[in-house]
């Protein structure tokens, strides 16, 4: 069995790297495309906080719960990286050799992005309110370059991407499933108490 796994980790990696190579330049990029990747890789998440600050400061403040619950979900999903951080300390690409980091960044683990958990638990909290889908739909899209710039200035890998996308989406879900049981007892108790 732990050959099997093996066996998996090292197509699952090979797949990765190869993905990785595909996209990062091993020689200096041109400084127009450096400075786009730049500014893509942190861009977004600029773009969406403040998206988020308007929802809080917005007068009548309908968004203002959306975008608190938003926030606390990203800080909990950010948190679940820390310990992912722990189990699996994933080295960034500049780290293990195989890229150059064309930004300055810390040696830390690479797994998954913080930056694509945000944006995408971001979104997908504002994708269960209906008042905020259209945000929702721009803060997932911003995410979408993000990805690229951060694999193509050599701070992340493809995979760690997936897992960011994966994190965002079970943080989502279980927020979905929160809400909706919490709204089947609240409806079951109100017929109850009809009834009585």
Known sequence: ???????????????DLHLFQAIHPTVPPPS????????????P??????????MLVRPGGSMRATALKA?????????GNALIGLVWDRARPFVAGVGQAW????ATGSFPSDHLTAQWVIAGMLWLDPRTRRWSMVVGLLG????????YLGVHY?????GAFAIAALAT??????????TAAGVARTSMASQA
């Open 32 to 43: 127009a495309m450096l400075q786009l990747a730049r500014v893509f890789a942190d861009g």
């Open 144 to 151: 979408l370059p993000m990805a690229w710039a951060r694999i």
């Open 158 to 162: 493809p995979g760690d991407m997936v």
């Open 45 to 54: 998440l600029v773009l969406t906080a403040g998206i988020l600050g308007l």
């Open 1 to 15: 069995m732990t050959s099997f796994i093996t066996w998996i980790g090292t197509v699952v990696y090979g797949w």
């Open 103 to 106: 930004i300055t960044h810390a």
């Open 71 to 79: 926030l606390v979900a990203a800080a909990m999903a950010l948190i």
């Open 173 to 182: 879900l279980g927020v979905w499933i929160a809400r909706h049981r919490r």
